[in-house]
């Protein structure tokens, strides 16, 4: 039974472990939606001066008044919507009395509409007030494809590099506009996302499963009468 052991025991901890990560996985991801929901609901507060008070922003909903700097926009790979691919255009908001410039997400493009040229309607040139959810820009995933800044097509959001292309520092944050109504039809604001995909449990029971039938394959093995 030596190898048998030697085999049997570390596999079963390790589909324990997967186990048991899954089910954090899946308390994670539904807090998470729970926060959003209560983000959502909130009544937006002023965005924070401090640049302290603006790393600490996490799911708040907030309002910012600003001029959009449309000829710096960046342009963010997204997920198919309707089977259309596009990009989310983030747009730097400089704030009312001279403070960091501030990434908004105002929406989706399909690759058509990437150039701004190519939306129809003159871009927003006035001060206006942007209300929408305060993050902190989701992290780099492993095997996720590099950034291009020459082709302005980004895959995460680097606020490094995109403010040494602007040559001026970024608030650490990026906010995700809500909805308003667009005369040019694009960029389309969505509300930041509730129903995610939480399948964790599912997984779970999985790794758990096939621990099981492995506990129950090296018992049956154990007691297997020898010859």
Do not use: C
Request: proline content about 10%; hydrophobic content about 50%; charged content about 15%.
């Amino acid at each position: 039974m030596l190898w048998p052991t030697l085999v049997a025991v570390p596999t079963l901890a390790v589909l324990l472990g997967l186990g048991f990560w899954q089910l954090a996985r899946g308390e994670w991801k539904t807090a998470l939606i729970a926060t959003r929901e209560r983000a959502l609901a909130a009544t937006p507060v002023p965005f924070p001066t401090e640049t302290a008070a603006v790393a600490a922003l996490d799911h708040v909903r907030v309002a910012l008044a600003g001029t959009f700097r449309h000829e710096h926009e960046f342009h963010l790979i997204a997920p198919p919507k309707t089977g259309r691919n596009g990009f989310h255009v983030v747009t730097p908001l400089a704030p009312e009395g001279g403070a960091a410039w501030v990434l908004v997400d105002r929406g989706f493009v399909p690759v058509e509409a990437k150039a701004a040229q190519s939306r129809g309607a003159p871009q927003i040139a006035e001060p206006v007030t942007v209300v929408g959810i305060a993050r902190r820009p989701p992290q780099r995933r492993a095997f996720m494809g590099a950034n291009d800044p020459v082709g302005n097509v980004w895959m995460h959001v680097d606020l490094v590099a995109m403010a040494a292309l602007l040559g001026r520092p970024l608030a650490p944050t990026l906010i995700v506009a809500e909805p308003t109504p667009n005369a040019r039809g694009w960029p389309r604001a969505e509300p930041l996302a509730t129903d995610l995909a939480n399948p964790h449990l599912g997984y779970a029971l999985t790794w758990f499963g096939l621990a099981a039938a492995l506990a129950v394959i090296y018992i049956l093995l154990f007691r297997r009468p020898s010859r």
